[in-house]
């Protein structure tokens, strides 16, 4: 169990076709929000649905594979872990904090139609 220090598995759909940029050296890089679904009864009984976004972050080959297949409403698997960092905003200058997916593996789900 000690080697399960870090680790998320995420189920959910993409909200938005991902963004893939080139890097220096040929590298490239995909973002994409992920929405996952929990669906509760409330007090009253009746049949709640909470929706979370995430950030997906992919590198290297795995970004390929997005950039290709991968598109607004597909669903997926995320295996990954969560990775925080901070960046100043470059017209205000305020710094903000942010969690992101960092992906080790991603399963397209759906059928061959989906794409």
Excluded: C
């Excluded at 100043?88 to 061959?112: C, F, Q, W, Y």
């Amino acid at each position: 169990m000690s080697s399960i220090k870090n680790y998320v598995h995420l189920l959910g759909n993409i909200g938005d076709d991902p963004k893939v940029t080139d890097l220096d050296g040929g590298k490239k890089v995909a973002r994409f929000s992920l929405a996952t679904n929990e669906t509760y009864k409330d007090k009253k009984g009746e049949k709640q649905q909470l929706t979370d976004w995430h950030t997906v972050v992919a590198w290297g080959k795995t970004a390929e594979i997005i950039e290709k297949y991968a598109h607004k409403g597909k669903q997926v698997a995320v295996v990954g872990k969560l990775k925080s960092r901070t960046y100043t905003e470059p017209n205000e200058g305020n710094e903000r904090r942010v969690t992101e997916v960092v992906a080790d593996e991603i399963l397209l789900l759906g059928s061959k139609s989906d794409n």
